[in-house]
């Protein structure tokens, strides 16, 4: 069971999914979860696997990811112990209204996804910045309508390579399939393609409530400048796309650090995407006290 709970849980951290896991630490007395058992909870839909011994005990467990769940909590870890019996006594105790008598001790794990980039363009500049996430430990996939812009070569640890269309390439992809992705970077070497991309991402992301915050939902950012982005801005207002929408892509994208070679840009663009990932505002001088 803890093999098949584990191999879950990193299944759903490669989904781009936040996940909490719950383990019993120790027991004493009579209890129904033995030390070592798992329960995991993911943020698709609350969905869970495992357990932690059944009952009122793993009820208030699984409330207790639900809420961890819910908020906005980076990596976190807490230990949680309880009495069952409704009468425990004792201020490290919540007690339980359970008949068994026994006390156990449960550590909770907020696990959060490692970024996954989608990089559309696999130009100078798609390189260099494959290379800086590979070095981060992050996951990179990529595409190109040039075959010799996603080759093993030139991208040897992307999760996914392809190489066809934009119409092709997009055309089996969802709202929900590519949640897969925290980030989508539009690089390509024709602005027409990059707006092709554009508009063929967002036509798919107007969903209701949508937030494009890396989440449920990827980020969208663009390459170029201002007067690119107005250009593409104006395509998308005519094509029905409404402005809330396009107010939430990233153009141009990386920190303001003075980039200009393909390195440069690649350490703007992964220092911005790492900010985001941690929701920490590289501008705010009391960052360097926290």
């Not at 699984?62 to 230990?79: G, I, K, N, S, W």
């Not at 396009?246 to 790492?274: K, R, T």
Request: contains cysteine.
């Amino acid at each position: 069971m803890t093999a098949h709970v584990l191999g879950w849980v990193l299944s759903e951290l490669s989904l781009n999914r936040k996940v909490v896991l719950a383990t019993v630490l120790h027991t004493s007395g009579s209890v129904p979860g033995k030390t070592g058992a798992r329960l995991a909870m993911s943020s698709a839909d609350e969905a869970w696997i495992g357990t932690v011994g059944g009952a009122g005990l793993e009820h208030r467990v699984l409330q207790r990811c639900r809420e961890l769940l819910a908020d906005r909590t980076q990596p976190y870890a807490e230990v949680l112990n309880y009495g069952l019996n409704k009468g425990a006594k004792g201020y490290e105790v919540t007690p339980l209204d359970s008949l068994c008598g026994g006390r156990v001790s449960i550590a909770v794990e907020v696990m959060m996804p490692m970024p996954h980039v989608h990089i559309m363009g696999g130009g100078h500049c798609g390189e260099a910045l494959a290379n800086t996430l590979h070095g981060l430990g992050w996951a990179y996939s990529v595409h190109d309508t040039r075959e010799a812009y996603t080759s093993i070569e030139k991208y040897p640890h992307a999760v996914e390579r392809s190489c066809a269309s934009v119409a092709d390439v997009l055309k089996e992809e969802s709202a929900s399939s590519l949640g897969r992705f925290s980030d989508v970077l539009l690089l390509g070497h024709d602005w027409a393609e990059d707006q092709e991309r554009l508009l063929g991402l967002l036509h798919r992301l107007n969903v209701p409530d949508v937030r494009l915050d890396g989440t449920t939902f990827p980020r969208i950012g663009v390459i170029g400048s201002r007067s690119k982005w107005q250009a593409f801005e104006a395509e998308c207002l005519k094509q029905g796309l409404p402005q809330g929408l396009l107010d939430q892509v990233i153009c141009p994208i990386g920190l303001n650090i003075g980039a200009q070679s393909p390195e440069e840009i690649a350490v703007a663009v992964a220092a911005q995407i790492m900010a985001l990932h941690k929701d920490v505002n590289p501008d705010d001088p009391t960052w360097r006290q926290s």
